[in-house]
């Protein structure tokens, strides 16, 4: 049941990050969404693109039951539709997963999963159709190698990192994009699970520490000054540090 409040909670959007402007409100459409596309999105068709478009408007004006949202802006709208996109991925991601499970094809249409139980039996069946397609499969198999090249998985979750650089560069952070670095690929308990990853970090930390020498030489302030009281002037210091090391922005 998707959550219903009594009044609508103000969508404001942010041009610069291209989403809403807390990420606490991006938290909430991503779970009411998530709910929507759930209970009364079209599983059957296989592909947000190939459901009709009368339903896919019917399925995003829901989302202004709980949100004051103006679906006329375009940019606001693109936002919000990327939304619907990656939760309607991420459901259909958990039904290919159960799919999988059932080992055989007869075995996924005896028992669907709970997400499909209310639905009619047929859209199911075509979704069960679906993944057994040389389309899908093809596609499945192209991204599956894909994630195996992958050289970190990060812990965000549906926080946009950009989200979390706002953050550090609030709080006392000189050098937000490698602090953040840190936090997308540790969590909050700081527990590293890629070496490689953590290389990179210490890395990223030496130039850190490089550049605020650097600073200091260059205002001539005295040798003995702690590092944690240099200013750092140059808002993008961080960023062209993680690059210089990684070599391409993340994600790219």
Known sequence: MVRTTRQRLKVVYNRVTRRATSAKMHSLLVHDIGAIVRTHCPMDTGYWSTISSNSRTDLIDEITTNFDV??????????????????????????????????????????????????????????????????????????????????????????????????????????????????????KYKSWKSGEAKAQHDEMLEKTDEYLLDVIREKQLPEDTPLEE???????AGLDIMVSVLGVMPGR
């Open 70 to 187: 103006d679906l006329q802006e375009k940019e606001m709208k693109d936002y919000i539709s990327g939304l619907y996109v990656g939760r309607y991925i991420e459901f259909k991601a958990e039904l290919s997963r159960y799919f999988k499970s059932c080992k055989t094809l007869d075995n996924a249409l005896k028992t669907p999963p709970p997400g499909m139980q209310d639905r009619s039996p047929d859209e199911w069946t075509k979704l069960c159709n679906h993944f057994i397609s040389e389309k899908f499969m093809k596609s499945s198999t192209a991204n599956t190698s894909n994630r195996s090249k992958k050289k970190h998985n990060h812990r965000t979750g549906s926080r946009p990192i950009a989200y979390i650089v706002e953050e550090m560069a609030a709080g006392s952070s000189k050098f937000p994009e490698v602090d953040t670095f840190e936090y997308t690929y540790t969590g």
């Open 230 to 236: 240099v200013h750092v002037d140059n808002p993008d």
